[in-house]
């Protein structure tokens, strides 16, 4: 993990979370808030839709939130829980907040999706 300057987190200019150059990706902008968290959001565009028209596909979101764990400082996220509560909409800022355990992905004040890591859970 670099950081790409201005306080920004960041893994490599072609990862699809966090890369400046992935024009396809999320092109998510985290920082770190406190040790082992990270607030920051991504940008539902509409190459980013799912099987509902006008909405994020869940992976989109998925993704967006274990690429905020991962900058937040964790380790293996391979058994990692999301769970989507509300559907994302094109054009919206999905706010993102995360700690190595948990994250949270909110519209508008209103949570869309979570995700825990499982470590100590048997999968």
Request: a negative charge; charged letters at 20%; one cysteine or more.
């Amino acid at each position: 993990m670099t950081p790409p300057g201005e306080g920004r987190l960041g893994h490599h200019e072609l990862c699809f979370g966090c890369g400046r150059t992935n024009l396809f990706g999320l092109l998510a902008e985290l920082e770190q808030t406190a040790p082992g968290m990270v607030s920051g959001r991504c940008f539902i565009k509409q190459d980013h839709q799912g099987p509902e028209p006008g909405t994020a596909h869940p992976g989109v979101i998925a993704a967006a939130l274990i690429e905020a764990m991962s900058l937040a400082g964790a380790g293996d996220l391979s058994a990692t829980e999301v769970r989507i509560e509300a559907a994302a909409p094109v054009g919206a800022f999905v706010e993102l907040h995360a700690s190595r355990e948990a994250a949270t992905a909110t519209v508008e004040g209103r949570q869309v999706a979570s995700a825990r890591t499982l470590r100590d859970s048997p999968v």
